[in-house]
């Protein structure tokens, strides 16, 4: 696709259900990150992918979090057993791996844990 | 933590005045980027500036980087409605293999026609 696409755009949930949320990334783009943005906030790192390196997991917050990338392509963040405090803008982001490129990010996840 | 601080959290202007906004770092990068965010949702690559560049423009954009304060800004010029946004500066560590983005809290513009 011409961007990075993530699925749903918004989801609702209910406190204790598993939720799961997909990235797609640019074609060709072998990095690819994960950022949650509560309301009014910063963006909170949450996990970095890159190529076939082991991912760099120290952004997850609990262990209710995990993520994975299938065939280097696209991404599934998991979140077991929501709570009300997930609640936040999931963001996707995938870049060409080097220290001077831009990180292109798709619209986000709008997930609400009621 | 390596994230950048920007200054103001918010800041409202005029249209046609100039808006200027700060980032505060805290380790050595390879580079610093400025992204645009409307309304919550995906950010918007605007301008990279590279640690041995000091001033960068893009259109009504203009970058600043002092590496030796660790601290960057950004300049739009004659401001417009549009310019209505979130604005984030993002960094890498320096010699980092890691291709970590990290980002501030954001200033918050408002531009009132």
């Known amino acids: 696709g011409a961007g990075v696409s993530q699925s749903p755009s918004n989801k609702v949930t209910e406190k204790g259900k598993d939720v799961e949320l997909r990235c797609d990334p640019i074609?060709?783009?072998?990095?690819l990150y994960w950022y949650r943005q509560s309301l009014g906030q910063g963006l909170e790192f949450l996990i970095y992918?890159?190529?076939?390196?082991?991912?760099?997991k120290s952004g997850l917050p609990s262990d209710r979090f995990s993520a994975e990338r299938t065939g280097g392509s696209v991404s599934t963040l998991t979140i077991q057993r929501t709570q009300q405090e997930d609640s936040a803008v999931y963001l996707c982001a995938s870049s060409i791996v080097g220290a001077g490129t831009e990180a292109f990010f798709g619209q986000g996840t709008r997930l609400t844990v009621v | 933590s390596q994230q950048g601080e920007e200054d103001p959290q918010a800041l409202s202007i005029q249209e046609g005045e100039n808006a200027t906004m700060n980032c505060s770092y805290k380790?050595?990068?390879?580079?610093l980027q400025w992204y645009r965010q409307n309304s919550g949702r995906g950010l918007v690559h605007l301008i990279l500036?590279?640690?041995?560049?000091r001033e960068k423009h893009s259109g009504r954009l203009r970058v600043t980087l002092d590496t030796s304060k660790k601290s960057s800004s950004l300049l739009i010029t004659a401001s417009r409605a549009a310019d209505t946004a979130s604005y984030f500066c993002a960094t890498r560590d320096r010699g980092s293999t890691l291709g970590r983005l990290y980002f501030g809290r954001g200033t918050q513009l408002t531009v009132w026609p």
């Open positions: 500036i590279r640690s041995n560049e």
């Open positions: 992918f890159q190529g076939n390196s082991a991912p760099d």
């Open positions: 380790t050595s990068i390879n580079n």
């Open positions: 074609s060709g783009h072998t990095a």
